[in-house]
């Protein structure tokens, strides 16, 4: 059958009323009350802002009637900004197509588009808001750096719910707009209206506990909490006029075609893509050469040591990224990286078992492909010993090497270790026996380590005040003098053919056939870099490596590689997670971070 791209809208079918009682028989408040915030507990007392005569300011704070959210936020030129993450979480808005990046059209609570002007800076893209301020009347005040929004009231007058095959719909008339904060959970969506619920929901005789739509702020707020189910149905919110509702569909086939210029030369798409009878939902963002818009450099999660885990959107931030996806492999027990990280030149950590890699630098030159580093000790006497892999969590007999990169310290990974710290291409201590719980021996900041397991001849040849030499060879030799290296693996496409071979890269049978989410990266003929998320279809599987080889390749790739997949697969743009909640992704090592100037 021909490969395909599809878009896969659906339509909800005819859908009947169950009334106010029935609906409101989800609704709950104990994942809600996070949510609010009461003025006793701390919303700032306002101080009136004139936005003509506030000199330039921002902040990361902000409190919208009532519940504080981290949101970045400026004042530049009389005009308010907020990040487009945050206005989707915070307040509802729904981001639309746009091929200008410095204008995004939004629909809030309005029959046609509202178009925001749009830039990016430290990593986030701004919406101006000043628009919506005019628009729909909000109060805006500050104190110190925190942002003060105040809408005007609005009242929940009926919440419906409906079914129909595979799907719930849920609607919320209100008397007018009102912000809805979103929190998505693995089986959850908490949801938190900015409207006081109508008496005509909760009085006596309406069949319904008092407490149940949940109010804070002397009953200003309505809270909902809707059970997701199955676990990879997601919702879908958007708001209405005339009248102002706000709508939740909640169904397994739940994306809606995306395609946004969200900055030059990055592109944020999303959509389902077909491989046979299955329709994935896949997430990309769509570079230009790096050369053009953009730098694209490794990113892991401590600058100052390879070892550790953190969420990728804490990693991005962290570097200052503006975008980012996860990178390749590491061991989840002891945080160690399995796999090549190569950044400015220096190895980061080394690559093994010959799995694919993708390689660039600044001037646009990526390549794909399986990935070796040979070194080798040479000692006074001439005798070369062979090294097993750099700063790396995997380990075997022979010799392994540990730079400052590793982090100022190593401790033994494995029983009877050797460790030898070399300075100056001389031995300078030998410690025989180390074991996991001796103490860590320290990293010279001008040398290595050299760590020796079960090679009796390695560790009589690195004696004390013994001279070495360190040889280096990478292969393929197109990949040896690009700087920056990233590893995954399988290699799925290389130059247009299919060459996914799991057990060339050593990968288990297991790993090859299951299927799961995942991530990619592909390079397209025009010079493109596709970042890369898929997720279950409607149906609740995952994609096989075929599969998403064949994903891949509809989404014009001629090279691409597996990274890292699974809870792992995690693709960030702007402060948020793209592809799923942030909720439902583990903690990573490493990633590919994208750099805007």
Request: aromatic share 8%; with cysteine.
């Amino acid at each position: 059958m021909p490969l395909s791209l599809i878009d896969c809208p659906w339509t909800p079918r005819p859908w009947r009323s169950y009334g106010q009682l029935a609906a409101l028989t989800a609704v709950g408040t104990a994942l809600v009350a996070p949510l609010i915030a009461l003025p006793s507990l701390g919303v700032p007392q306002p101080q009136p802002v004139i936005l003509a005569q506030m000199p330039t300011q921002g902040g990361t704070s902000v409190f919208i009637n009532g519940i504080k959210a981290s949101l970045p936020w400026i004042i530049n030129q009389g005009r308010l900004a907020l990040a487009d993450y945050g206005l989707v979480q915070h307040l509802g808005l729904t981001l639309l197509d746009s091929e200008n990046p410095r204008l995004q059209p939004i629909q809030w609570f309005s029959s046609a588009p509202l178009n925001l002007p749009a830039q990016t800076q430290g990593g986030y893209r701004y919406l101006e808001v000043t628009p919506l301020v005019n628009r729909y009347g909000w109060t805006l005040s500050r104190q110190g750096s925190t942002l003060i929004i105040q809408t005007p009231p609005a009242v929940v007058q009926s919440i419906y719910r409906s079914t129909y095959a595979g799907g719930d719909r849920w609607v919320i008339s209100l008397s007018g707009p009102a912000p809805v904060q979103s929190i998505e959970t693995p089986s959850n969506l908490n949801l938190s209206l900015a409207a006081s619920p109508s008496p005509n929901l909760i009085g006596p005789g309406r069949g319904r506990q008092p407490s149940a739509p949940l109010m804070t702020n002397g009953g200003s707020y309505t809270g909902l909490n809707l059970g997701l189910s199955p676990s990879y149905a997601r919702p879908q919110i958007s708001t209405q006029a005339n009248p102002p509702q706000v709508t939740i569909d909640i169904r397994p086939d739940y994306l809606q075609p995306l395609n946004i210029l969200w900055a030059p030369g990055l592109r944020w798409r999303q959509q389902y893509v077909k491989v046979g009878d299955l329709a994935f939902p896949v997430y990309w963002l769509d570079l230009t050469p790096p050369s053009s818009q953009f730098g694209l450099r490794p990113i892991w999660s401590d600058p100052a040591t390879v070892i550790g885990t953190a969420p990728l959107s804490t990693i991005a931030a962290r570097w200052q990224a503006a975008a980012a996806i996860n990178g390749g492999f590491f061991n989840r027990n002891n945080q160690y990286p399995l796999g090549a990280i190569r950044y400015n030149r220096d190895w980061i950590s080394g690559p093994i078992l010959n799995r694919g890699a993708i390689a660039w630098d600044s001037q646009g030159q990526i390549r794909l492909d399986r990935l070796q580093l040979q070194q080798t000790l040479t000692i006074a006497s001439g005798k070369t010993l062979p090294l097993q892999a750099i700063n790396s969590g995997y380990v075997s007999a022979g010799i392994g090497l540990y730079t400052p990169a590793w982090g100022p310290q190593y401790r033994s990974i494995l029983a009877n270790e050797t460790v030898v710290t070399v300075v100056g291409g001389r031995v300078v201590g030998v410690q025989p026996n180390r074991t996991e719980t001796s103490a860590p021996v320290a990293i010279p900041r001008d040398g290595y380590l050299l760590v020796v397991r079960a090679n009796a001849e390695a560790s009589q040849a690195l004696a004390m005040g013994s001279e070495i030499r360190l040889a280096t060879n990478v292969l393929p030799a197109t990949l040896a003098s690009l700087p920056q290296v990233m590893a995954g693996g399988p290699l799925l496409i290389r130059q247009s053919t299919l060459v996914l071979d799991p057990k060339a890269e050593q990968f288990s049978d297991g790993f090859s056939s299951q299927t799961a989410p995942r991530s990619a990266i592909g390079l397209t003929a025009r010079g493109h870099l596709l970042l890369v998320a898929v997720h279950l279809s409607p149906s609740g599987s995952g994609p096989t490596l075929g599969q998403l080889a064949q994903i891949m390749a509809q989404l014009g790739s001629t090279d691409a590689l597996n990274l890292d997949g699974g809870s792992s697969a995690s693709l960030y743009l702007g402060g948020q997670l793209i592809n799923r909640p942030a909720s439902t992704a583990a903690r990573v090592n490493n990633g590919i971070g994208v750099f805007l100037p």
